[in-house]
């Protein structure tokens, strides 16, 4: 029973807060009972689609769904943008009911496909669970969750919505929450914005090896091409990030702009200064309150961002190989460059770990670009993680950089074994034929003074 | 037509098309047909080219047309006031003393005096618009009228054998081809093989010319450029001589001929370096290219490897063959494209309209204008960007004033 209750309980109440805050904005409170209209339609069509055979088995595959769920978020993201434009000013005064139509929709799209979701998740439970318990689970789910929007209906007039949200923000505000919580982690796996980036970077390639072809200039694979560098730097991933970041927060920033490029009130004429400070204050204190939930959105939607270039770009971090004393060369650790775990020229990052005595010392070695070997321990003298964080300690390499794993700092690789900064700290070592040779007193003896710095990373 | 909606609404609605394609594996590929096929694409896509250029009409238009000044359309701009009777500025011509005290040059439009800075802030945008436009539609002229060829032509090498080809009906001779290679090549097992200066020189119906693998060359009505290189190498066997066009650069590169002396056994070709080098802990091969070594080995056995150099001879299956000196073959594009000048025209506009673009941060338009109303000198100001500060700008400057 939990194993559908908590899932759709969670569900529940993501989609509800959403439509508590939609239904409690003046501009839709009057009409509320539409707007709860189109979320029992979009329920009920959700369920239908999955349970009623004639629906279901001309539904498309879960992939389409998954588009048309990333439509239907943008689709309310953007149409914030739209009021936007549309409206010219951002005084109270403009604040009109919503049409009726609008409000079904948004109503409907808010639960249509959270719906969906969650009855194909618990069509999958049946098959292994109860189907009793599994159904009882659910449907408590839901009415926990809605139980949940009855008790605030009456109370949403008090939060006084409309000093913070005008409806183009408040449509921002509710698409930026979708991207976060849309969908259904148990049934789909993606990310919305990570489907942006990845269809934009497809977009782009295909845009310049058009213009490319047009041109007669279609690169090759050894023939010099003329303005290849620059088909190259539009290729790059960066590009599509970088579009990603504008078309994303397009919104919230030129609500943003709107809400703050408004002068302050004219008060040239008024002949008592409190008045005038008065009405000054009352205009930044507006300003301010209206860009509160924008800033929220900016600040989720810049975080939803990191999370999808961490997850395109991810941390690389390789176990510890444990190395000792070698036999033929007494007093000191001999790594070949070639062996059977792998090749060094492939630029990738190595770490190793050593037992002193009772103290471990982890190290770690990386072949730069120009041939050389960098070798250093994995800490630098500037980071000190606090006692909970010391998994934050040492570095994972990104790309063509390492970085600290504590301030994030990138190094590039080829200072690697250059002391100073946040780079790791160098051991010397020498190589003799195709083997790294570092000698246990310098290990030792680098460990040692390290420990003693005074280090003075606080931050986390 | 001219509006920023209208551009908006067809973008959207391409972009509505562009997702519905993209429900399959490779969506641009029938976006691209569709827009420049079907009837609603070319409607779309027509409407967007004639949108933006319309929208650049109606931008010089409005710029630079004359306008009525009056007190309502000063009213309407950013920040107007209306100056007090005792002001110092009572009358049209103390206005337009102030407003050249301001640095703003002012003119008589009907009833009022206007002053404008920076009318000139549209050229960015008009060339950025008019270069998309040109582009756009040199691109759907393009996808309809383009006709491409391709063929390979080779040198003569010692044994002179020339391989013309045949492009849109004329013969294509192959006079000098210079590929720029060095004498030497060292892999470092990167992709570092490059090749920068190429040029072949042609010989079409009798006209010449030099083809490169740079900006495609127009000769005859008809764009060339160099899309590919190899050896041409000469091979003398059972008393023929044959060309084989060896693809084998950047070495590594495998081509697969067949030889058919030894019983149709297809040989796959590879340069074979001449020696290894370490530099650094990076083992690298020098190849040498000006008389290159190959490596033969034959497709699907295993041994059977044959190494020769251009100029000597090998055995290979108990025939001779003798190896000639090698010339190089180049693979020609030929494109005859009505539209190729205005492609070219419109994607340097589109650059230069990009790059012009960063101006507009600070090339904007700046108006002052004045009428009188009321017996008293009404005043306005308006920025085309940065409104606030222009606002908070004119409130300053005709604080004295009132």
Redesign the interface.
Known sequence: MLSSFLPILRESIECVLLLALLAGHPSAYDRRRILFAGTALGLVSGVLLVYVPAFSAKSPGIQHWIILRYISEALIFYSGLLLLMLRTTMSRAEQRHAPAAVLLLLGFLLFFFEAHSAALYIQDLTLVESRGWVYSGAVLGILLGFALLALMVGKLPALGLQRFFTPASLLIAVGALQFITGGMGEVEDGDILLSLQQGLQYLVEHIVGHVQSLLMITQHGFISTPLSGLADYLREERMSTALTVALVMLPPVLAMVKVFSRPDPEVRGMEVAAERRLKVAFFRREMISFSAPLLMSFMLLTISLHAVNASVNPLREPEPIPVMESDESPGAIVIPLKDRIGDFTDGQLRKYIFYSGNTRIIFLAIMKPDGTVGLALDECEICKPAEWNTSALGYAQRGEHLVCKYCMSPVAIPTVNEPGGCNPIPVPFEIEEDDIVLRLDDLVRVHEAAQKLEKKGTHF | MASPWITLVIGLLMTFV??VM??GDT??EPF?EFLFISVPGLLLFMGVILNLTAWSVYAVMDRFSTRRISPESVGEMD?SVLLPQDSAIRTLKDAGEWFERMGFSPRIYGEGIEARHGRYGILPGIVLRTGLSL?ML??LM?HHMRQSQEAVVAEGGAVNVIVTGELFGMTVEPLKIDAGLPQEYLDL?KVS????K?SARMSVDGEEFTVS????TSAGGI?W?????GYAQPVEYGGAVVSLMLDV??PGNASAHNLKMSGGQVYEFRLAPERAIR????TGDVFDLSTPRYELSPRGKKGGRIKVRAGETVVIDGSKAVFGSPGYYVRL?A?RDPA?PL??AG?FLTALGILLMIARLFWYERRMAAVMHEGRVLMGYSEEFY??WG??KF?KWT?PL?
């Open positions: 562009y997702l993209s429900f969506p641009y691209v920040e582009l040199s691109a393009s097992g093989f490059g090749i920068d190429i693998g740079g900006y495609p764009y450029r160099v899309i590919h290189l650069f950047p530099k650094g802990l990076i594009l494109v190729m492609l070219s994607f409104s606030k606002i908070y409130r604080a009132l």
